[in-house]
């Protein structure tokens, strides 16, 4: 069974005090990563998508990096206005698996001042 | 341009009720899912749907779940009767065709079922 597990579940970092947040997934096949950010009160909104280990994705202070068995998304001099849940979700490669996208449960991101 | 609308935004009704969420694509989005999201499990998806016609419905949990897209710019889901651990955040999200292609989120539907 497809498993996506991300860490830690929480994180407070200090305004330009940079960090990476971990997703580890177990899928017979990788079709795409996807990484969302999510506001209270809001819908998920899409950041980026992998598809290979070894690729990367940057927008902004975000950077989006992929192997094998994991997904790190690097937040570099973070600001108040980072702070958010970010979640990573993988789509498996197979005719029964569609275009479901598997979510784990999200690392909720506090930036101080 | 407008993204995926879901209404009502909120919704607190009584167990036992009839519960209908509502749904509006992106225009031109040829896919349509239906999430649910709670503390302890996460965003989970419950159906999704291909021009009009429903793909995957694994994620349904019982037979009191039902949804319908009776026309490629509304999608509903309907609960009957509800019971209060349907109490969550109901998502729904489109996306074009093509696997590659991210979904797109609405900002949801709170729903307390007391």
Known sequence: ?113 | DAGVIQSPRHEVTEMGQEVTLRCKPISGHDYLFWYRQTMMRGLELLIYFNNNVPIDDSGMPEDRFSAKMPNASFSTLKIQPSEPRDSAVYFCASSLPGVDQPQHFGDGTRLSIL
């Open chain 1, 1 to 113: 069974e497809d498993q996506v597990t991300q860490s830690p579940e929480a994180l407070r970092l200090q305004e330009g005090e940079s960090s990476s947040l971990n997703c580890s997934y177990t899928v017979s096949g990788l079709r795409g990563l996807f990484w969302y950010r999510q506001d209270p009160g809001k819908g998920p909104e899409f950041l980026f998508t992998l598809y290979s280990a070894g690729e990367e994705k940057e927008k902004e202070r975000l950077k989006a990096t992929l192997t094998k068995k994991e997904s790190f998304l690097h937040i570099t001099a973070p600001k108040p206005e980072d702070s958010a849940t970010y979640l990573c979700a993988v789509q498996a490669d197979g005719s029964n698996s569609g275009y479901a996208l598997n979510f784990g449960k999200g690392t909720s991101l506090l930036v101080t001042p």
